[in-house]
């Protein structure tokens, strides 16, 4: 089954400094990868997506990812990071042997502190 | 382009009462939408995968009778929660997918937070 992982709980930056938000994956054939973010009690907003094409993902509100297959990773990475970020972020992979549905890491919340 | 609409954003009722969601495809057409459950600061838990003019499909565990889902237009699909109780407090958000022209992803509901009292 395909699947995808988040391993920090937690990610604190200050504001300014670079981001990461950490997402590996697992699947069988080419992975349709997401990013959303998720603010407080509203719904997910997209981010970003890895299809095909160019490893390094642009997205929005500053935001890029890269996907590595060797490493089976795809990181969020944000160069600034700002207050505003704060949120809950999602991996997620398009499951294909499942009807198409989203398959969702477990979340991580980033902290951006001034 | 592809928005969900869902409504109510929130709702109080009481315990033993039945409460619908309705989740809309405001610019296109979605032969399939899923409703999440998410409890506070943690991942999604499908539900169940609507399909317009057929039956739902139910994720292991989850009480089909208890969380009624009706998908009746391509435009349309509704949750409800049964006779519904404190532990049925929850965030709920649909989702669905515009299709291929917009790679596809899903666009999500802006969320219902259901309290039961």
């Known amino acids: 089954a395909q699947s995808v992982a988040q391993p920090e709980d937690q990610v604190n930056v200050a504001e300014g400094n670079p981001l990461t938000v950490k997402c590996t994956y697992s699947?069988?054939?080419?992975?349709?990868l997401f990013w959303y973010v998720q603010y407080p009690n509203r719904g997910l907003q997209f981010l970003l997506k890895?299809?095909?094409?160019?490893?390094l993902v642009k997205g929005s509100y500053g935001f890029e990812a890269e996907f590595n297959k060797s490493q089976t990773s795809f990181h969020l990475k944000k160069p600034s990071a700002l207050v505003s970020d704060s949120a809950l972020y999602f991996c997620?992979?398009?499951?294909?042997?499942?009807?198409?549905?989203?398959?969702f890491g477990q979340g991580t919340e980033l902290s951006v502190k001034p | 382009g592809a928005v969900v609409s869902q409504h109510p954003s929130r709702v109080i009722c009481k315990s033993g009462t039945s409460v619908k969601i309705e989740c809309r495809s405001l610019?296109?057409?979605?032969?399939?939408m899923f409703w999440y459950r998410q409890f506070p600061k943690q991942s999604l838990m499908l539900m169940a995968t609507?399909?317009?003019?057929?039956?739902?499909?139910?994720e292991q565990g989850v009480e089909k009778d208890k969380f009624l889902i009706n998908h009746a237009s391509l435009t349309l699909s509704t949750l409800t929660v049964t006779s519904a109780h404190p532990e049925d407090s929850s965030f709920y958000i649909c989702?669905?997918?515009?299709?291929?022209?917009?790679?596809?992803?899903?666009?999500f509901g802006s969320g219902t937070r259901l309290t039961v009292v």
């Open positions: 890895y299809i095909t094409g160019d490893n």
């Open positions: 997620a992979v398009r499951d294909w042997n499942q009807g198409g549905k989203l398959i």
């Open positions: 699947v069988s054939g080419n992975p349709y």
């Open positions: 610019d296109f057409q979605a032969t399939t």
């Open positions: 989702s669905a997918s515009p299709g291929q022209g917009h790679g596809y992803g899903y666009t």
């Open positions: 609507s399909n317009e003019g057929s039956k739902a499909t139910y």
